[in-house]
C-alpha cells in the first residue's frame, strides 16, 4: 500500500457528504443499529516536507532547520489521550505514519512515538506498522533505527528512476538516491512497498515502462502505481506541464498492469499490487470502509458507534495544531460531523469498488447500518450494464467496471 493511498483516502472523506453537529435534532437519516464495529486503523500525520512538490495538494509544510519533534510528539500525545474515550477497548489493526515526510523524524523520535501507541493502545505484537520514506532524506542507519523502534513496513516515494522527470516533478533525490534507499531498505525490511507515478512530463512510454521494470528487478513485495494528476491548488494546476495525452495513459496503464502480471504481482486495488500475502493491511481496511482514527495536524477519522457514524478533521496548520493540542479542550478538531444515512451509499461504493475482489455482501449492513436494498437498483442497473459481477455473495466491479470505475461510483451518489 501506499501513503499516497492512506492521504488518498483522506481527501475522499474531505468531500462534503457529511452534515454538522446538531446530532439530536433530526434521527431520520442516522444509521441503524451497528451490532459490531468494523476493524480500527491509526493513521499520523507528520506535516513537514523539505519542498512542497508542485502537484502536492496533501497537508504539507516546507521548512526550514530542524523539526520541533519533542513540541509535536507532546501534541500527538494530547491528541491521542483525547481521542482514547471514542475507540476505547478496540483493536488497532494497523498504523500508517505518513506525510509530508515522515522520514525527516529521527530515530529516537518514532521510537518515542510507537511506544506511546503501545502504551495507549490495543495493538498486537506483529500489527503492520508503516512508515513513509523520501529518498532524499536517509541518513545512515536510519531505516535501522526505524526498524528497531517497531516499523515494520517501509513505503518509498520513489515516483520514478529518470532523473529528467524527478526534476519536473519537483523531487529532492535523485535516481541514484532512489537506488540507494531501496538498498538500504531492504537491509533493514521485509515488507517494503514503492510508490512509482506514471504519466508525467513528456514521459514516454518507453521511460515509463523503463521505470517500472526497474522497480520490479528490485524484487519488492509491494508496489504503488499512479497516474500524475493535476490537482486544483497546486503549482501544476496554476502551471500545468505537457504530460501524455489520454490515449498514450491508457496504454502506459495497461502495459504496466501486463508487466506486473507477468512478474507475479496481482492488482487487487486500482492502484496497488503485491505478491501472495503482501496486501497492505492499512489500506485495505480503508478501501474495506473500516474505521481509522487520524492524528496529526490535517488529519481525517472515520469512527463508528453503536448509533451512528462520525468524521473529524484535525486543525491542518501544524503550529495551529501543535498549540491547541496541548489544551486538551478538543480545541484542535477543526471540524466534527456526523454521517447522513443518505450518503452511506456513495462512500461506501466509493471505496470498496476500487478492489479486485471487491467485499462481501454483508459488510454493507455491517458497516453502514443500512439495507442492502438501499443500492440494490443502483446495483441491479450496473450489473445489466457489465460494470458490477453479478456474484450472490460479493459486491464487485467487473474489468470493464474498473475501466469506466469513476462513473460507476458516481451512479451511487444519487
Known sequence: MSSRDSRLIQKLSSKPTVRSRGYTKDTKNRVQLLYALPPLALYVHVPWCIRRCPYCDFNSHSINGEIPEQRYLQALRSDLEQSLPLIWGRQVVSIFIGGGTPSLLSGAAVDEMISMFRAYLNIWPETEITLEAN????????????????????????????DRALT???????????HKAIKAAKDDFDNVNLDIMYALPNQTLDECKEDINIAVNYK????????????????????????????LSAIM??????????????RYEVSAYAHDGNRSIHNMNYWEFGDYLGIGPGAHSKL???DKVIRQVRSRNPDLWMSKAVLNNSSHIASEEVIEADSFPFEFMLNVLRLRDGVPKQYYYERTGQPLSSIQGTMDKNIEKGLIANDPMRIKATDLGWRFLNNLQMDFLS
Open 253 to 266: 496503464q495497461d502495459d504496466i498492469v501486463c508487466i506486473l502480471e507477468d512478474y507475479g504481482f496481482d
Open 220 to 247: 519488492t513485495n509491494h508496489l504503488s502505481v499512479y497516474h500524475l494528476t493535476l490537482e486544483p491548488n497546486t503549482i501544476f494546476a496554476k502551471y500545468p506541464p505537457k504530460v501524455p495525452d489520454d490515449d
Open 135 to 162: 529518498p532524499g532524506t536517509i541518513e545512515s542507519g536510519r531505516f535501522s533505527k526505524y526498524a528497531r523502534a517497531g516499523v515494520n513496513r517501509l513505503s518509498l516515494g520513489v515516483q520514478s528512476f529518470n
Open 168 to 178: 519536473a516533478l519537483g523531487r529532492i533525490h535523485d535516481s541514484s538516491e532512489a
Open 304 to 306: 463508528s458507534f453503536p
